[in-house]
């Protein structure tokens, strides 16, 4: 029975790899977007936010919001999984008992969606990598992901004339979903 359930575990984590896989092969090939709609960051990030509620529990976190509203033209589909990726990783690399924070702010001719972490920094080597199909770091608990959900995200931004950025920041590390203005887009 023991091993009829270990190959069920494993054969259910295959099928979600290769629909993953899938998944991404699908927007690697998209050049743009179908369904453009104004979007309200703001929202999609509070909509994250609140629906992490149980894996932040889990960790004892706290989460900080500061996401005046600001509206971007995209997929608000795409958008929401991008920050759903950024936000999960950012839980399972946090210090238990520390605190998650979201910002949105408009400058330079851009929009930026931050997603900060108190954790260990990000290997310098790794930093460049992190983006790529299939790479992936340990978790705190040993278990690796399938390093496809940053990928996911850089193709999203790609979609959006925008892009991915990480960089270590004192006592943790930032992810940024980094929008041009309209203008620039074109």
């Known amino acids: 029975q023991q091993l009829l359930d270990r190959i069920r575990r494993n054969t259910q984590k295959q099928k979600q790899l290769i629909t993953r896989l899938l998944e991404l092969a699908r927007l690697e090939n998209r050049?743009?977007?179908?369904?453009?709609?104004?979007?309200?960051?703001?929202?999609?990030?509070?909509?994250?936010?609140?629906?992490?509620?149980a894996a932040l529990q889990a960790k004892q976190l706290h989460i900080a919001l500061n996401c005046p509203p600001h509206a971007v033209k995209g997929d608000p589909?795409?958008?929401?999984?991008?920050?759903?990726?950024?936000?999960?990783?950012?839980?399972?690399?946090?210090?238990?008992g520390s605190e998650i924070r979201l910002s949105l702010t408009r400058s330079r001719n851009r929009t930026e969606l931050a997603v900060y972490?108190?954790?260990?920094?990000?290997p310098d080597y790794a930093l460049s990598k992190i983006p790529q199909r299939f790479y992936s770091l340990p978790r705190a608990d040993g278990s690796r992901s399938s390093g496809l959900g940053l990928s996911f995200?850089?193709?999203?931004?790609?979609?959006?004339?925008?892009?991915?950025?990480?960089?270590n920041r004192e006592n943790g590390v930032e992810a940024r979903l980094v929008f041009p203005d309209v203008k620039e887009a074109t």
Do not use: C, K
């Open 153 to 167: 995200t850089t193709e999203i931004m790609r979609l959006h004339h925008g892009r991915l950025m990480l960089a």
């Open 31 to 53: 050049d743009s977007l179908n369904d453009i709609q104004t979007v309200d960051l703001a929202n999609l990030a509070a909509q994250a936010a609140q629906e992490s509620r």
């Open 77 to 96: 589909l795409l958008l929401r999984q991008a920050i759903d990726n950024l936000l999960y990783n950012a839980i399972d690399f946090a210090e238990t």
């Open 117 to 122: 972490n108190q954790g260990s920094p990000v």
